[in-house]
């Protein structure tokens, strides 16, 4: 079964800093990738998604992914954090083949502080 | 935004009652989801479906059922509530494999 780690529960960043959260997975073959953002109270929302293609994926909110098959990671970077990017990040994989079900990893929560 | 609710939002009840949590579509998508919320454990699969009448458990669905007799609705039932179920329980909906999964706002549940 595929599995998904987020290694940093928690995460402080300055405003106007760079942010990096890793993910990593566990899976045969290439799996589709995503990450969701949770802001407080919400439910979750799609920021990107990597299906197949180009290994470097934007997506809203100036958020972009870099899908590294070799090490089996799929990192969200932003190059500027600003203070309304506070919220937890989740990333999630769906297994290829059969009914769609998407695993989860247990988020990172980002703070971003003046 | 898909439009996916989810009723009620908030709900307390007791230990041993049965509690019926619903999740409404208007995607017409195919696959239906119920996951928990929980500190440290992010979101857990509760119970799934890819079709009207068509369900699969997920990670964690003892204590949990469901049913979809529509398309755009998914209950969720605990069939006799714990405390180990109070959590926050959010309905999701996707169009097929690999597509992004809609959530919805959540419903948070205790169980005194």
């Known amino acids: 079964a595929q599995s998904v780690t987020q290694p940093d529960i928690h995460i402080t960043v300055s405003e106007g800093a760079s942010l990096e959260l890793r993910c990593n997975y566990s899976y045969g073959a290439t799996p589709y990738l995503f990450w969701y953002v949770q802001s407080p109270g919400q439910g979750l929302q799609l920021l990107l998604k990597?299906?197949?293609?180009?290994?470097l994926v934007q997506g809203i909110k100036g958020f972009e992914a870099e899908f590294k098959r070799s090490q089996s990671s799929f990192n969200l970077r932003k190059p500027s954090v600003h203070w309304s990017d506070a919220a937890e990040y989740f990333c999630?994989?769906?297994?290829?083949?059969?009914?769609?079900?998407?695993?989860f990893g247990t988020g990172t929560k980002l703070q971003v502080i003046p | 935004d898909a439009g996916i609710t989810q009723s009620p939002r908030h709900k307390v009840t007791e230990t041993g009652t049965p509690v019926t949590l619903r999740c409404h579509q208007t995607?017409?998508?195919?696959?239906m989801y119920w996951y928990r919320q929980d500190p440290g454990h992010g979101l857990r699969l509760i119970h799934y479906?890819?079709?009207?009448?068509?369900?699969d458990k997920g990670e964690v669905s003892d204590g949990y059922s469901v049913s979809r007799s529509k398309t755009e609705d998914f209950l969720l039932t605990l069939e006799s509530a714990t405390s180990s179920q109070t959590s926050v329980y959010f309905c999701?909906?996707?169009?097929?494999?690999?597509?992004?999964?809609?959530f919805g706002p959540g419903t948070r549940l205790l169980v005194l």
């Open positions: 990597y299906f197949s293609g180009d290994t």
């Open positions: 995607e017409n998508h195919r696959y």
């Open positions: 999701a909906t996707g169009p097929g494999l690999g597509e992004t999964q809609y």
């Open positions: 479906s890819y079709g009207v009448k068509d369900t």
């Open positions: 999630a994989v769906a297994v290829s083949g059969g009914y769609q079900k998407v695993t």
